[in-house]
């Protein structure tokens, strides 16, 4: 195995020991679960968010001039992404505002 790949599998690792959950949880489709995966807890970890988006910034293509990131959903991920490769990043949001910017 690379060191890449090791040090990939082991942010796969911490990953899921920050985020998986278990016990009761109703899902937005209605139904319910035992087990569920909670970003928001390793999007909230400066650590873990910074070693995710090292590893994502290597997927970004070399000819990239921007990044996007869709409200809420993506929008920590995509700022550690920008601040990892220097490229701006755009905010997509699902409808327009009727205000400001």
Do not use: C, I
Request: charged share 30%; aromatic share 6%.
């Amino acid at each position: 195995m690379k060191a890449g790949e090791a040090d990939l599998r082991e942010l796969g690792r911490d990953l899921v020991k920050a985020s998986y959950l278990k016990g009761d949880f109703v899902l937005r489709s209605g139904r319910r679960s035992n087990r569920y995966f909670d970003k928001f807890l390793f999007e909230t970890d400066p650590v873990l968010l910074k070693r995710l988006g090292h590893h994502l910034a290597e997927l970004v293509p070399n000819a990239t001039q921007r990044l996007a990131a869709p409200e809420l959903g993506a929008v920590l991920l995509g700022g550690a992404v920008s601040m990892e490769t220097g490229l701006p990043l755009l905010l997509v949001r699902k409808e327009a505002k009727g205000y400001g910017t």
